[in-house]
């Protein structure tokens, strides 16, 4: 008897859609980038009104196809900060563990009441206000508006060569998961919505998630 194995899932991006893309990237960060400065000058000063250290965290991320990056964040944590919690909540997240006991099933997978994070920090983590300096990774090509968010080091280090299709793609700003999921789903949800993402290459659904991400800020949702 012979025995056949499953075949192995590829993922392929399509050049055109890839310039497209770059395009759209380019021209959409530069047309608000007035918006992100003035809105950036007032996150900083709060930030250094609010807490001793630098307004910037600077943060290795992996990026496409396993390219090593660094991310840049409004500071939202204490300097000197303690990262292991946030490791073994990540270990935990990945194997399917609820991070918090929350009878709406919106923050289920998501840590909250952080004591590591400032009180500026929990305004501007549940409004994604901190992600604003990755603008700046857009521009240097880094990352995508739109994409899977860029996992840490030790996150990638765990991964099946299932979910290292969610690094095909470049790392985005907003994507399906950060639309449709954040708090709400597992890992494992995450990695399926980030790969289908990845197959249907579509500018015009690009362009859905990135209107669709506004009112994700505004209302907070799955923020903490």
């Known amino acids: 008897m012979v025995v056949q194995s499953a075949p192995v899932r590829t993922i392929s991006i399509n050049t055109g859609y890839l310039r497209a893309k770059r395009i759209l990237d ?17 996150v900083a000063i709060c930030i250094k009104v609010n807490s001793d250290g630098p307004i910037f965290f600077r943060q290795k991320r992996i990026g496409q196809n396993g390219t090593e990056f660094e991310m840049l964040k409004f500071r939202s944590m204490y300097v000197n900060s303690d990262q292991r919690a946030h490791r073994e909540k990540i270990l935990q997240y990945m194997n399917g563990q609820k991070l918090n006991e929350d009878n709406t099933g919106k923050m289920s997978y998501k840590h909250v009441h952080d004591p590591r994070i400032t009180k500026i920090g929990r305004f501007i983590r549940k409004t994604s206000l901190d992600e604003l300096p990755q603008f700046w990774n857009v521009l240097r090509g880094q990352m995508s508006l739109v994409g899977p968010r860029p996992p840490l080091p030790y996150e990638v ?47 015009w659904n690009d362009l859905k998630l990135i209107i669709l991400t506004v009112p994700v800020m505004i209302f907070s949702r799955g923020g903490a």
């Open 26 to 42: 380019i021209a959409f960060t530069l047309l608000i980038a007035p918006l992100v400065i003035l809105v950036g000058i007032v």
């Open 157 to 203: 280090e765990l991964y099946t060569s299932h979910e290292w299709l969610r690094m095909v793609g470049k790392p985005g700003l907003t994507g399906t998961w950060q639309v449709y999921g954040r708090s709400r789903v597992t890992f494992q949800n995450m990695v399926e919505m980030d790969i289908e993402y990845l197959e249907h290459q579509s500018l």
